[in-house]
């Protein structure tokens, strides 16, 4: 299948307030692959995620997802192909209980009863938060909202994972556990993140934008070498690519 | 723990206690909310001077309380908590009315004082009740009832969001004001200013949360429904639940059940 393709050109996007945040870019990314976007606060990541499933429309140029372009008319298709996995899962957990929220997205799609209990479930125990079908969402700790977040948007069976942030507030197990399942996925995936780690361990692929601006585009371990570059965009190699504190080596 | 903590800590409290297993929480919910109506309506609609007539409420919540396994320590402190409201509302009615109703021993008993005693009994019974509702069936089970009675989808779905945020706004609150309180040099009380400024705050916040929270739901193809899942059933206990309650509200509110009782018992009834 060669239809879970993104492919971004010429992106510019202006803010009422007159802040360009996306400034002419461009990118494809191909079928299964796993990209990391990084970039210092306020480089347009995030601006740049809600592009890739309409939430904003943009100001020039055109985003492709599987060849149809975003537009009104097909957002209903595009959102239902593009699954979002927001910053706070607190904005993405908005129902009563874990289980209605997970139901939410296909009950919309107006599935009938059974099947959304299907899904619901394979969602839940996809992410291993099975047991807490019938909890609150304000009871739940970050990573559990996290998991839960995530089963939100599988349920949903969509073919492609736009994720903001994904390792934000976790605890390091919750962060392992959340980088295992990740790494299990077989959508094409876009991670937004200031996790370097997260984005080595995860990604073949790295975008790295500044002021609107893609910066650079390439495999993630060449990008993260490359000292110069992470400077100039307010990054950091990622630990795991640093000299050694205690003997100087790699 | 500030006041907004432990509100928060109580109503998650209440929120537990409507997840139990129970025969008063195995009712549907419909029938809950249509029989707390009725027994609403009753109690309100008495009269001003009505203090002994309303007695016969007191059974309802304290019997679906007890069958609910609420605690009822717990309801007790829920109903102090908002007790000054009605202590308030009240409080001048002595004052205005002196015209004397009844004669004890030596003194008069004013109006006044009646319709007050009227109106804490009315505010205890209400009140207990829709606690009581809230603690057996859960804010959640209440919405899908609603709706399914017929009030309009809007209300019902902004009640459940409203209830579900309360925690997420609680919190933010919470934050800002400990954040303020830090830095306040052990001065008490913000000020005027400062409070505004924190209300303002917190008024932005939630607008920016409310769009995320709508980009969210529009993500999963929400299109201003939202589809509840729950399958609700009136069994047969339901409905004489329901119908059995209702009958005895209605019979205590056009007959004075205790006054006929005690004629029963001097023997008095003609």
């Known amino acids: 299948m060669s239809h879970h393709t993104i492919s971004v050109v010429d992106l510019g996007f202006t803010y009422p307030d007159g802040t360009r945040a996306l400034d002419g870019v461009s990118f494809e990314v191909g079928h299964g692959e796993a990209i990391a976007v990084v970039g210092a606060n306020g480089a347009g990541k995030s601006t740049l995620l ?88 304000y009871r739940l700790s970050g990573g559990e909202k996290r998991a839960v977040a995530i089963a939100t948007v599988l349920a949903m069976e969509p073919s492609m994972l736009v994720m903001d942030e994904p390792s934000s507030g976790l605890d390091p197990r919750a962060r392992r556990r959340l980088i295992e399942l990740l790494a299990s996925f077989e959508h094409t995936r876009i991670v937004a993140t200031h996790d370097l780690d997260l984005a080595a361990t995860l990604c073949e692929r790295t975008i790295v934008m500044s002021a609107g601006r893609v910066t650079a585009d390439g495999p993630t371990r060449e990008v993260f070498s490359d000292d110069e570059l992470l400077a100039e965009s307010g990054l950091e190699r990622p630990l795991g690519m640093q000299t050694c504190p205690v003997c100087g080596k790699v | 723990m500030s006041s907004i903590e432990a509100g928060l800590y109580n109503l998650g409290r209440l929120d537990q206690l409507a997840r139990q297993d129970t025969a008063a929480h195995r009712l549907d919910p419909r029938a809950k909310v249509v029989t707390t109506f009725v027994y609403l309506v009753c109690v309100v609609s008495f009269g001003k001077y009505d203090v002994l007539a309303l007695l016969p409420f007191v059974i309802f919540p304290i019997v679906l309380a007890s069958e609910g396994d609420l605690p009822f320590g717990f309801l007790g402190k829920r109903l102090l908590a908002v007790a000054p409201f009605a202590l308030m509302v009240g409080a001048f009615n002595p004052l205005l009315d002196r015209e004397a109703v009844a004669q004890i021993g030596g003194l008069s008993l004013s109006g006044g004082w009646v319709s007050y005693a009227s109106i804490l009994l009315r505010f205890l019974l209400t009140v207990s009740a829709a606690l009581v509702l809230i603690g057996t069936t859960g804010l959640n089970g209440i919405c899908m009832a609603i709706e399914k009675l017929g009030v309009p989808k809007v209300f019902a779905t902004q009640l459940l969001l409203l209830y579900r945020y309360i925690f997420v706004l609680a919190d933010e609150a919470m934050r800002m004001s400990r954040a303020r309180s830090l830095r306040a040099q052990g001065r008490r009380g913000m000020g005027l200013g400062v409070y505004g400024q924190i209300l303002g705050h917190l008024l932005l916040r939630t607008y920016a949360r409310a769009q995320r929270i709508y980009q969210a739901m529009i993500c999963r193809g929400f299109d201003g429904t939202v589809r509840v899942s729950g399958r609700l059933q009136m069994r047969a206990a339901d409905v004489a639940f329901m119908l059995g309650w209702s009958a005895f509200f209605v019979l205590a509110r056009a007959y004075d059940l205790p006054l006929l009782l005690g004629q029963l018992v001097t023997g008095t009834l003609s």
């Open chain 1, 50 to 137: 809600m592009h890739l499933n309409g939430l904003l429309s943009p100001g020039e140029g055109e985003v492709r997802i599987g060849g149809t372009p975003v537009t009104k008319s097909t957002l209903k298709d595009i959102r239902h192909t593009v699954g979002m996995v927001f910053q706070d899962p607190d904005d993405q957990l908005f129902m009563p209980s874990v289980f209605e929220d997970v139901a939410f997205g296909p009950m919309n799609l107006g599935l009938p009863p059974d099947d959304v209990v299907t899904r619901v479930d394979e969602a839940l125990r996809r992410v291993g938060a099975a047991h807490l079908k019938e909890r609150p969402p």
